[in-house]
């Protein structure tokens, strides 16, 4: 085998290729590319159209329609991830600073001007 050969082993499943790319220009390579991935489009494309001929012929075998298993698969309106109550919401002010009149819900991180002293001082 020469080293102009752009495969090192025949064709099939399962062959490791070796292409030799370094000969090719940008526009070359750019070219390979693209039928590569058009090649990888339609094998990816006859799969799918295979294991969906099989998936119907099996959902057949036991008088069910694909679709109808597909169907009871799907998430219906309203599930999913749920919403909090009142997310977004501002809570009200519990405590107030009376020198700044700085307020806080009691919520999230501690203001440094009530760190360390008695809560109910500062309660409205």
């Known amino acids: 085998m020469s080293e102009s050969d752009d495969t090192a082993t025949p064709s099939g499943k399962g062959r490791t290729s070796s292409l030799n790319l370094e000969h090719l220009?940008?526009?070359e390579l750019t070219e390979?590319?693209?039928?590569?991935?058009?090649?990888?489009?339609?094998?990816?494309?006859?799969?799918?159209?295979?294991?969906?001929?099989?998936?119907q012929a099996e959902a057949a075998e036991n008088n069910l329609s694909l679709d109808a298993i597909l169907a009871g698969q799907q998430p219906t309106?309203?599930?999913g991830r749920k919403v909090r109550r009142g997310a977004g919401?501002?809570?009200a002010a519990k405590f107030?600073?009376?020198?700044t009149g700085d307020?806080?819900?009691g919520r999230g991180?501690?203001?440094?001007?009530l760190k360390?002293?008695?809560?109910?001082d500062f309660k409205l």
């Open 96 to 99: 107030r600073n009376p020198e």
């Open 89 to 91: 919401a501002k809570a």
């Open 32 to 55: 390979v590319i693209r039928r590569a991935e058009a090649l990888r489009q339609e094998k990816q494309e006859e799969a799918k159209a295979a294991l969906l001929s099989k998936w």
């Open 25 to 27: 220009t940008v526009a």
């Open 103 to 105: 307020t806080w819900s």
């Open 77 to 79: 309106q309203g599930q």
């Open 116 to 120: 360390g002293k008695n809560r109910e």
């Open 109 to 113: 991180r501690e203001p440094n001007w």
